[in-house]
């Protein structure tokens, strides 16, 4: 047979976005400049609502929403089990202590009652992922946030274009974060975007990103003069990397199409093989972003997860895991706070017996269906 050409991610780069990057280089402003305004007005259209900063990547945008909400020592914060490193670090760097949050296997999400149950008078904020871009129910969420006093962080590092009753993850908690690595949706190399609802929130926060300048003083606008009105950081994203996300930008709604398209292929081809299942929001109200088919092995299968990558990957299909370990089995989280593997069951069978598989605007109906017929022809011969 011969061998597929099927990477889990590419990210869609043409002349448009090459030529965007080499007239940033031909001029004299390499950061911080009309490009970043233009990418950030530009993104915060696109999810219909609410004011955008850009930022240097997903997890410097959910570190400035955990400063600017003032979480630190003595605070807990819940967070998923099931999640990138990036959200727990960035919670954690502040000083708060991560509570972690079991999963549902069927959506890969944050499972609502361990959330509820694990509110205590400690409990300041809940950071919340959409996994693999399926949204969580944020109608619920901000209905338990609500009821506790808590505030809510977004963490959309998956989930461009999910939404929730029509409006767009991010806009429901204090902030949304996002990010722009290169097998995302779109891509500035690496890059991040924060939005709120709050124009005052985006306003500060864009502030505290770039040093706490103030250059709203009396006097001349002379060039280098500034004040400073408090710690900042510098999280900035440059022209460079700014100009080629407006240009992935436009390529959204075709992106979208392509992964819908794949991803309900996938889907379906997947689910009809025995003891796979695909995860997904399960309600038409809840809006993926499609980022990739999280096919679960059940039964017997599940102990085969890394032997059939390795057979999908020898074939020519690129898989990912999304992710490796629940956070607290990590090494340094383990070390730190302790980890009872029995509590968190859905978050354990998801690091430990899915698969992820590609469905983006790199592939065609045709590679969905030689994935499918590889997965079928790998779990037969188990
Ligand atoms: C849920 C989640 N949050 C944050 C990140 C980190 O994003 P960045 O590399 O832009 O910091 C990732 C990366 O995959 C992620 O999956």
Known sequence: MTKLDIPFGRPWIDDAERDAVMEVLSGHILTHGPNCHAFEEGFAEMMGGGHAVSTSSCMASLHLSWIDLGVGPGDE???????????????????ATPVFVDSEVTTGNMDLDDMAAKVTPRTKAIGIVHYAGIPIDMVKVMALAKKHGLKVVEDCALAVEARVDGTHVGLFGHTGCYSFYPVKHITCGEGGMLVSKDPETVKRIGEFRAFNYDRSGPGPKVPGLYDVKGLGMNYRMS???????????????????????????????????????????????????????????????????????????????????????????????????????NGFRG???????????????????????????????????R
């Open 77 to 95: 914060v819940l967070l998923p089990a099931m999640t990138h490193v990036a959200t727990a670090h960035a919670a954690t760097l502040t000083g």
């Open 239 to 341: 022209e460079m990397q700014a100009a080629l996300g407006r240009v992935q930008l436009t390529r959204m709604p075709e992106i979208m199409a392509r992964r819908e398209t794949n991803f309900r292929a996938l889907q379906t081809g997947l689910n009809a093989v025995e003891g796979v299942y695909v995860l997904d929001s399960g309600e038409e109200r809840l809006k993926s972003s499609f980022y990739c088919a999280i096919a679960l092995l059940k039964g017997d299968l599940a102990p085969w997860r890394n032997d059939i990558a390795l057979a999908l990957n020898a074939r020519g299909v690129g898989t990912s895991v999304y992710y490796p370990h629940p956070i607290g089995r990590l090494r340094y989280y383990r070390e730190r706070f302790g980890y009872d593997a």
């Open 347 to 381: 978050a354990t069978a998801l690091a430990d017996h899915a698969i992820a598989l590609p469905c983006g605007p790199h592939l065609t109906i045709q590679d969905m269906a030689d994935i499918v017929a590889c997965v079928a022809e790998i779990v037969a011969a």
